[in-house]
């Protein structure tokens, strides 16, 4: 509704106010500016909501000037535009500073896009109901203060069960993907104690199969073909129902037997949204607790949701059966699945139907233990060939995802995770191997620093010295080391500041796995042992005439070039020690974290700068008397005092608020 007041002012201004479109258009072009001058990359969002914003502002003043101005035409149009650029350029400034990034806007970024309005608020509502949900089950179950969800008065209402158990129980009660990460949390020996993977491990997927008619209308719409015409026979009885997909025995018309893996109807939206809540957890955690921050959950929570993703698209899995097949050995005697690529999709995945049982499974009284010790054999020397030479192995090699089939030949099965190393990463963890297999610590070392990460104060010395400790305790004459081993000296490298590629996590993983399915397969198999003798047979085919000559050559080849290099790199060193002289240059602010800190410093001191000197103007500018009218009582000079001092108190505050969170008070 008009006011009177406001009416009369449109009345006396008259043909002035066609000046409000073309100052709607130079708020814009203003807005657009401001973020060139800014020096950030600003969204077109970002433009449209700081120019409207300023157009408003500038609108509303230059009216209320005009309604107190004799003739109201006399300085609007100045009063207009003037204003209108003084608001875009608060409004860009004030959404810069105000604004947490991803609520507003996505400045830095860009918002390329608006969502659906509807759809966005159904999606946010469910992540909002299912946090809520979440949040519940943690604190019913005990675990609010551990977490920083609840008081740390709080009392354990769950039967006094150890911190663990009640961890597993709201997983369990949480379902969906919090099961999923109980169960990859319970491989990560070398983060958690045995006892905790222990617990972890009885995780148990309590999914019910989806509707026969949700999954053949599914199926016909990612293979764009009835049923029928794809498969002669569909068996509906899954074979396996998890939490992502489920798996049926069909048969193609030319006869051949397949497994159909297909992905449960909307299971995509739902992991969707208890990622999103995961990721929203991960990050209160390691923000308000101090185990949080010193396990790093967030980088956790973002590996497992990188895994999930690509677990969500059977394309990836079927690429890991293929880079898997290619990589095996030929006398492996392993079979890999063939994939029908054509009947494949992100959603459904077609897979040959191999003859046997999981060596879980498997009645293994009738077979002899040699024939059984030369299967772990072959299967052990396939993974590490693949591991340390190929660099594609199979991630989860568990005893379910191990067969035997009719024929006596092992087969791998489920590709959903495979893990790969690079040349660095391979020739390191075979320097790693080597060292351990020495009992040298040094050469440990030194293998443990061409990839890892060290925090800042890391004692390298210290570190040897302990992990000299570690190794004279776990491979003393007498013991029995196993995989388990390597976790351990992962947990070591941890707590000494020291951190190691995820895919270093992931080969260890798998090689735990797949110790566990080797006992399966041949009870009392020492996998360090097994390892030892083939890394030995490795050896002694390298060292062969012919191999030794083709190294020397290599490394000769590698070195060529340097030499080549090296009189005219001394030539230039000394023609420029001559000419100049000798000179050092110290390269300042070199180390990321000294370039953190005193950015931060001088940050601070900028925004104390200009909250000190924005007070002074304004309080100047309140001390003058005289000056343009803003209304009865105030002037403008008087106006603009008042908005400085408002903005120098934001300014001020922002600072002590950054310095009482360091704990500097």
Same mark, same amino acid.
């Given at each position: ?127 909002? !109901? ?219 995945? %077609? ?84 060292? %351990? ?42 013991? !029995? ?185």
């Amino acid at each position: 509704m008009i006011t009177p007041l406001a009416t009369t002012v449109f009345e006396r201004l008259g043909d002035e106010l066609w000046l409000l479109v073309p100052a709607f258009v130079f708020a814009l072009f203003a807005s657009a500016l401001i973020g060139r001058v800014l020096g950030v990359r600003r969204s077109f969002a970002a433009t449209v909501i700081s120019g409207t914003a300023g157009w408003v502002i500038g609108a509303v003043v230059a009216l209320w000037i005009a309604a107190d101005t004799v003739p109201a035409s006399d300085g609007f149009s100045r009063n207009l535009f003037l204003f209108t650029l003084l608001g875009a350029m608060s409004a860009a400034v004030w959404i810069e500073f105000l604004a947490r990034p991803g609520i507003v806007m996505r400045a830095q970024t860009g918002l390329q896009s608006v969502p659906h309005p509807v759809r966005s608020l159904r999606r946010r509502g469910r992540r909002v !109901q299912r946090y809520a949900e979440i949040t519940r089950i943690a604190v019913r179950n005990g675990l609010g203060p551990s977490l920083g969800l609840g008081r740390k008065d709080d009392v354990d209402a769950s039967g006094g069960r150890p911190p663990v158990r009640r961890l597993r129980l709201a997983l369990e009660e949480c379902g969906g993907m919090f099961v999923k990460l109980g169960q990859v949390l319970s491989t990560r020996t070398d983060l958690i104690s045995p006892q905790a993977a222990a617990e972890l491990g009885l995780l148990q997927d309590h999914v019910r199969p989806s509707p026969r008619a949700a999954i053949a209308e599914l199926l016909e719409e990612e293979l764009e073909s009835p049923l029928d015409e794809v498969f002669r026979g569909f068996d509906w009885q899954p074979l396996a129902a998890a939490s992502i997909g489920q798996v049926y025995r069909a048969q193609l018309p030319n006869g051949a037997p397949v497994v159909v893996k297909v992905q449960r109807p909307g299971i995509d939206e739902s992991v969707r949204v208890d990622l999103s809540v995961l990721e929203e957890l991960g990050h209160v955690i390691e923000t308000r607790t101090s185990w949080g921050h010193e396990y790093r959950v967030d980088d956790l929570v973002a590996e497992f949701s990188a895994r999930l993703r690509e677990e969500l698209d059977y394309r990836i899995e079927a690429r890991n059966a293929h880079a898997i097949a290619a990589t095996m050995p030929a006398e492996a005697r392993i079979r890999v699945p063939f994939v029908y690529d054509d009947l494949s999709t992100s959603r459904v995945l %077609v897979m040959e139907w191999l003859d046997g049982a999981s060596v879980r499974e498997v009645d293994w009284s009738g077979t002899r233990i040699a024939d059984r010790v030369k299967l772990a054999d072959s299967l052990l020397r396939t993974f590490l060939e693949q591991m340390l030479q190929e660099g594609v192995f199979h991630a989860d090699p568990h005893p379910g995802n191990v067969m035997l089939l009719a024929d006596g030949q092992l087969a791998l099965i489920d590709f959903g995770a495979a893990g790969r190393l690079d040349p660095v990463q391979q020739a390191a963890l075979r320097d790693l191997m080597a060292g %351990v297999s020495r009992r040298d610590a040094d050469a440990v070392v030194q293998a443990v620093l061409q990839v890892a990460s060290l925090r800042r104060g890391v004692d390298v010395n210290d570190f040897e010295r302990a992990l000299a400790r570690f190794m004279a305790q776990h491979l003393a004459p007498g013991s !029995q080391p196993d995989a388990a081993m390597f976790n351990a000296m992962l947990r070591l490298m941890f707590d000494y500041g020291i951190t190691m590629p995820a895919e270093w996590s992931t080969f260890f993983r798998a090689l735990i796995v797949l110790e566990g399915t080797l006992t399966t397969i041949a009870p009392g198999y020492s996998v360090i042992d097994a390892a030892e003798s083939i890394a030995a047979q490795w050896v002694r085919s390298l060292i062969n005439p012919s191999s030794v000559q083709q190294a020397v050559r290599d490394e000769i080849l590698r070195t060529v070039p340097m030499l080549r290099r090296l009189p005219r790199h001394i030539d230039r060193a000394f023609s420029s020690l001559e000419r100049d002289g000798l000179r050092v240059r110290v390269s300042h602010f070199s180390d990321e974290h000294d370039e953190h800190v005193v950015s931060r410093l001088v940050n601070r001191l900028v925004l104390a700068f200009l909250a000190g000197a924005t007070g002074l103007v304004s309080v100047g500018l309140i001390a003058i008397d005289d000056g343009p009218a803003f209304s009865d009582r105030t002037s403008l000079f008087r106006l603009l005092g008042y908005f400085g001092l408002f903005c120098a108190t934001v300014l001020t505050m922002r600072v002590i608020v950054a310095v009482l969170r360091d704990g500097l008070n």
